[in-house]
């Protein structure tokens, strides 16, 4: 890549770096909570491209002097000290070009949030249950390796084992922008724990990850929303099941309806069905954007159609395979316990080699 057309994007970007740094000082931003917040995310995410830029100049600075030097110094030892400092600043481009253009290829501004993850059974009966409830421990395992907090908000158990149903909040550190690689149906091949042939079955479970809206993402009315109380059902003691503390909150404009009943405290399940609501509402155009994305990028994972079959988990072989990037791996044991990170990296490889193709940088 030509060195002026990197120079020609940063510098662009270096002027919006200011004009955001301007904006927040102005008392009108700093009134409006919702713009404020934007600009300020947008100013974090600017800061290690400027960064990028000072280094990349500051070294193509000191090129053209070591070579100005060399042009016109007489004494040998100037100019041997001019063409050490060429030979090791020269290599040093390449590295720095290539971190600046993944770095200025458009970030998912989703990315950073928390999620909602779900997880239901598919087709397999009690086997897809089992199955369900086998995603859910792997994908706690990752969860706590990670550091992230989960609140489960509803579940409905299988009745041989697992989930038919399960839906938790996980917090943490760009939560949604790993997680969202495992939006789809998973496969597992093995005999069931019900099956006395020996014979292999194929089951299936599905997985949606959906970024987790904030209060300034959506304006939510209170008019638009009935609330309904009930008594959860399930474990937890006898208070869980005497008590009005469950919720089912209903979207009366959309119909969108949704449940938490983790909690014995009323208020407590209000509260976390509501986040999951104005999740839910978000996601209806946050999925246009997934769709026009999902038409472009082939390997790309997460967007695009969340019933397409992503990965195939056969226990007879010991292996996992991503469809979506050809990756298999022969370890599945190891998967299973939770460590997902090397499939999630390759899965973002893959995501911002696309992206890169797109970006035309």
């Known amino acids: 890549m030509a060195e002026n057309l990197i120079l020609d994007k940063l510098e662009g970007v270096r002027l919006r770096f ?22 300020n995310k947008e100013y974090k995410e600017l800061q290690p491209i ?23 110094e007489k004494d040998e030892e100037m100019r041997e000290m001019a063409k050490a400092e060429l030979d090791e600043l020269s290599p040093m481009l390449p590295g720095m070009e290539e971190e600046i253009k993944m770095l200025l290829i458009p970030a998912d501004p989703e990315d950073e949030k928390n999620a909602v993850v779900e997880i239901r059974a598919g087709t397999g009966g009690d086997e897809a249950s089992i199955f369900a409830g086998d995603l859910f421990r792997m994908y706690s395992k990752y969860f706590e390796s990670k550091g992230w907090k ?9 009745t041989a084992g697992g989930y038919k149903e399960i839906v938790m909040s996980v917090a943490g550190d760009g939560v949604y922008g790993k997680m969202k690689y495992e939006s789809g149906v998973h496969r597992v091949q093995r005999v069931p724990q019900t099956e006395t042939q020996g014979r ?49 909150l209903t979207h009366i404009p959309t119909g969108i309806v949704v449940t938490c009943q983790d909690e014995k405290s009323q208020i407590k399940n209000y ?24 038409h472009r990028r082939k390997t790309m994972v997460s967007t ?24 298999t791996i022969y370890n599945l044991p190891s998967i299973l316990d939770g460590n997902i990170q090397e499939v999630i990296d390759k899965l ?3 995501e911002n080699a696309e992206r890169l193709k797109e970006s035309n940088i």
């Open 200 to 248: 292999i079955h194929t089951s299936a479970a599905s997985v949606v990850v959906l970024p987790e809206a904030d209060e300034f993402d959506i304006d939510l009315r209170n008019e638009d929303i009935r609330k309904d109380t009930y008594c959860s059902s399930g474990p937890g003691g006898q208070s869980v099941n005497t008590t009005y503390s469950a919720i089912r």
């Open 150 to 158: 989960v609140d489960v908000n509803s579940e409905s158990g299988g």
């Open 348 to 350: 973002q490889m893959a």
């Open 304 to 327: 695009g159609d969340r019933s397409a079959k992503i990965r195939t988990y056969n226990y007879p072989q010991g292996r996992m395979t991503d469809h979506r990037i050809n990756l």
């Open 50 to 72: 400027i960064e990028a830029y000072d280094r990349y100049k500051l070294t193509l600075s000191n090129i053209s002097s070591a070579r100005e030097l060399l042009s016109s």
């Open 271 to 294: 509260d976390k069905a509501l986040k999951e609501l104005r999740t839910r509402l978000y996601n209806l155009e946050y999925q246009k954007y997934l769709d026009e994305v999902g």
């Open 18 to 39: 200011i004009e955001v740094g301007e904006l927040l000082t102005q008392p009108e931003i700093l009134s409006d909570m919702k713009r404020y917040v934007r600009l």
